[in-house]
């Protein structure tokens, strides 16, 4: 279920510090391929869920924690758009829903931008902005292959084994 190996040469040198070089790697699938279906399925039907156990596998984020703060984003979320529909149409009614509408894509930038750091994956804001703001799903689909989520699966299983930091 690993990646290809990770190449890496260290340089050993006479300064105090080893200076460590990685070798870029890519993604184990494409963005927009929906080869990894199942991966897809759970993205697009339980996000909260792919979400938190994305973030619980690379430990930035504890797997109930994520839970509750996305049940209560959706919950916000569905009242803010009650609040716009049945009662008040404001402008600035409309621009908290269309704010809030936007953190999903926030976090999602955020965790890609750090997952290409974490893999030394070619740098690229503009596309990634892109695809977190019109493909949710695709994009957390491919980090959840890409750390080696189980799709379909719900249980938090913080514990990866074996994967490359660098």
Not at 31 to 36: E, F, N, P
Not at 80 to 98: G, R, T, Y
Request: some cysteine; proline content about 7%; hydrophobic content about 55%.
């Amino acid at each position: 279920m690993l990646g290809p190996r990770q190449k890496t040469l260290v340089v050993i040198s006479e300064d105090d510090e080893t200076a460590f070089v990685s070798v870029p790697m890519d993604w184990k699938v494409p963005l927009l391929t929906c080869s990894d279906v199942p991966a897809l399925a759970m993205a697009t039907c339980c996000p909260v869920v792919s979400l938190a156990k994305v973030l619980s596998l690379l430990s930035l984020a504890p797997f109930g924690s994520v839970l509750v703060l996305g049940a209560f984003y959706v919950v916000s979320l569905l009242g803010a758009l009650a609040n716009v529909i049945w009662h008040d149409a404001s402008p600035s009614s409309v621009l908290f829903m269309a704010l809030l509408s936007l953190v999903p894509t926030v976090v999602l930038f955020n965790l890609r931008v750090y997952l290409r750091e974490l893999l030394s994956l070619p740098s690229a804001e503009w596309s990634d902005a892109g695809a977190a703001l019109c493909c949710a799903p695709c994009l957390l689909a491919q980090a959840s292959t890409q750390v080696g989520v189980s799709p379909c699966d719900c249980s938090d299983n913080a514990t990866l084994v074996a994967f490359p930091v660098v």
